[in-house]
């Protein structure tokens, strides 16, 4: 398991980076199945690849070690915090800053607006 701070944080954008990168490449071939409007393929392409993401991240958590939850002092099972540091992995780097940002509130540590 990677060390603390800024390690996981490398260790979750790095998985996020490869993800988005590696569905970048998928997305031209999804969705693989017939349709009958432009629309209605752009629709699935977009739920198809949110959600090989989100499954990808799960086997990147699961695989790499990188457990969000352990990394922030929260209490739950490995499997639970597996699927939620997968989610966030599979989410992208807008999702991990999104939840680095939650966590700083709650912390207090966010700069107060003047």
Do not use: C
């Not at 996981?8 to 969705?31: C, D, H, N, Q, T």
């Not at 499954?55 to 939620?84: F, M, T």
């Amino acid at each position: 398991m990677p060390g603390g701070g800024i390690a996981i944080f490398a260790g979750f954008a790095a998985a996020s980076v490869v993800i988005e990168r590696m569905l970048e490449l998928a997305a031209p071939f999804v969705p693989w199945w017939d349709h009958l409007s432009i629309e209605q393929k752009k629709v699935d392409r977009g739920y198809t690849l949110i959600t090989v993401a989100e499954l990808l991240g799960v086997l990147a958590s699961a695989a790499s070690g990188l457990y969000l939850a352990d990394a922030i002092g929260l209490l739950l099972e490995r499997w639970a915090d597996i699927l939620v540091s997968g989610l966030v992995i599979g989410a992208g780097a807008n999702g991990l800053h999104e939840v680095v940002k939650s966590i700083q509130k709650a912390k207090g540590s966010g700069t107060a607006g003047g």
